[in-house]
């Protein structure tokens, strides 16, 4: 995980791989313990940071059994997580999304701690972790190296989690395997089904698509100075937000995302039928013609989803925080 004051990283990218096919014969899959262990671990943590880790055990343990509630009660309400290149930009976005996967993951693994450090600089803190993870897929045991970083403040007496960065790789121990398939668990990988048909497709939009990201179809807004939600929570702290602006930013961004993804199934299944007809021998012209029209409306309710949520963002903030918001997006990288 990576937050920008600190430069500190952190990634959890799960990736396993099929074992390989044996004729017709069926196996039935092996069984294997599942929990964590933490007792034989290396750790360098230093003691002004031991309730920071505390934090991080308290939300691991809580993922691991599935109990998103108490896991969702040690993250900052701003907490940004990377994984698989993808982003959640808050706790509300995490744990409506990826949270219930990864729970689902790990609650069938069994995660043994190998080492762990640990820092504090003020009301900073961040540590980083290093796991062995073995977890079923099918018949084959995963065997996966993962590495963890956490970067925590202090917020009056508790430390709430603010960024997760997660990676992981198949262990160089597992045996190697013919074929290769993303594991379940801590992935943004595009579902298959779009790939296969839409290859044409710009990548980074197919995926904006498919995960419920703007990808510039709210530009028009930014540029009259309507402020999105999710550019807003990134600035949370520079605009003054209150908690009850932070509830309802993330409140907005969790219905925006809802109706994006719905709509971008909507374009997605108009891209693949006109991909279709424009794949056979000769295209039927008036086909291809009305299926062009369904996508380009597909698209315009896309892109209207993420335009009114502009609208309704704007008036959640102070005339003051939009004149902040506007400059804080012009600076360059913003």
Do not use: C
């Amino acid at each position: 995980m990576k937050i920008k004051t600190l430069a500190i990283a952190l990634t959890v990218l799960l990736s396993a791989h099929e074992a390989m096919a044996h004729g017709q014969e069926k196996h039935e899959p092996a069984s294997m313990p599942s929990g964590r262990e933490t007792s034989k671990a290396e750790l360098s943590i230093a003691p002004a940071a031991a309730e920071a880790v505390a934090t991080v055990e308290r939300f691991s343990a809580a993922l691991s059994a599935g109990d998103l509630g108490k896991a969702g009660d040690e993250l900052d309400a701003t907490v940004i997580i990377l994984e698989s290149g993808g982003v959640e930009r808050s706790r509300a976005e995490y744990l409506g999304g990826h949270a219930k996967s990864d729970a689902a993951f790990l609650k069938a693994a069994m995660i043994t701690l190998k080492r762990r450090t640990a820092q504090s600089s003020g009301d900073l803190a961040w540590v980083a972790s290093e796991s062995e993870i073995h977890a079923m897929k099918g018949a084959e045991m995963l065997m996966i190296d993962s590495t963890e970083t956490m970067v925590l403040r202090k917020s009056g007496k508790a430390w709430k989690i603010v960024h997760i960065h997660w990676s992981s790789r198949r262990s160089p121990k597992a045996p190697a395997n013919p074929t290769a398939a993303l594991a379940q668990g801590h992935q943004h990988a595009p579902p298959s089904s779009a790939g296969e048909l839409l290859a044409w497709m710009d990548s980074s939009e197919r995926l904006a698509i498919e995960t419920g990201q703007g990808f510039a179809m709210a530009r028009a807004a930014e540029a009259h100075g309507l402020p999105g939600p999710k550019h807003v929570l990134e600035h949370a702290q520079a605009l003054g937000l209150d908690d009850n602006q932070v509830e309802r930013m993330n409140a907005l961004m969790g219905e925006m995302r809802e109706a994006a993804l719905r709509e971008g199934r909507a374009v997605l299944d108009g891209e693949r039928a006109l991909d279709a007809e424009l794949s056979r021998p000769m295209p039927d012209a008036a086909r291809v013609a009305d299926l062009s029209e369904a996508v380009g409306r597909a698209r315009g309710r896309l892109r209207n989803v993420h335009l009114s949520t502009h609208l309704v963002a704007a008036p959640m903030l102070t005339p003051a925080q939009r004149a902040q918001y506007v400059q804080l997006r012009a600076q360059p990288g913003a």
